[in-house]
């Protein structure tokens, strides 16, 4: 079965230009999610769909980031502008959430390691 | 967001011993905790998971959970040197949302 697959793996660009990273849930899964790691801070969640819908984007840290989901298997994490504090690894992550209340752990994709000079 | 704490380390240990790794949390709602294992440069992986309070084993980690105190841990017995890596500790709040510590790095020397 194949995994979380985020692209682009790296990606290196200049201040003020616009990124998009991009993220496929396994399927059958149902939940989303987009996290950034950096030694500081750690794993800081972004934002989390659930069906399609956005539940919590508190994490977003400023309008230069949205995040979409145009269908249940693909998500978009876009930067637009860029600025070097955005340098990271991205990481999306995908579950099963039943209605109900159960949730299956998180599988993560391989990241999206930002570099913005 | 949620607040997920853990000692950032780095804890080092010789093969063979146990590692204890600890975590505390404070949304008392939170429903499941997780542990996660993260090499230098991969993605994080899935451990262990514990949702009802006391111990939980599965081969050489056992993960313990108190809610009254707030506290998940877990013990890494007979560690080895291919267990060094960041550890991640992680808790689902009650909305359904993961939240993660900072993780601890752990050696083992061999």
């Known amino acids: 079965d194949a995994g979380v697959i985020q692209s682009p793996r790296h990606e290196v660009t200049e201040m003020g230009q616009e990124v998009t990273l991009r993220c496929k849930l396994i399927s059958g899964h149902n939940s989303l999610f987009w996290y950034r790691q950096t030694m500081m801070r750690g794993l800081e969640l972004l934002i989390y769909f659930n069906n399609n819908v956005p539940i919590d984007d508190s994490g977003m840290p400023e309008d230069r980031f949205s995040a979409k989901m145009p269908n249940a298997s693909f998500s978009t994490l876009k930067i637009q502008p860029s600025e070097p504090r955005d340098s990271a690894v991205y990481f999306c992550?995908?579950?099963?959430?039943?209605?109900?209340?159960?949730?299956?752990?998180?599988?993560f994709g391989e990241g999206s390691r930002l570099t913005v000079l | 967001q949620k607040e997920v704490e853990q000692n950032s380390g780095p804890l080092s240990v010789p093969e063979g011993a146990i590692a204890s790794l600890n975590c505390t949390y404070s949304?008392?709602?939170?429903?499941?905790f997780f542990w996660y294992r993260q090499y230098s440069g991969k993605s994080p992986e899935l451990i262990m998971f514990i949702y009802s309070n006391g111990d939980k084993e599965d081969g050489r980690f056992t993960a313990q959970l108190n809610k009254a105190s707030q506290y998940v841990s877990l013990l890494i017995r007979d560690s080895q040197p291919s267990d060094s890596a960041t550890y991640l500790c992680a808790v689902r709040s009650a909305g359904n949302q993961f939240y993660f510590g900072t993780g601890t790095s752990l050696t083992v020397i061999p």
């Open positions: 949304d008392r709602g939170s429903q499941s």
């Open positions: 992550a995908s579950s099963s959430h039943a209605a109900g209340g159960y949730t299956g752990e998180l599988f």
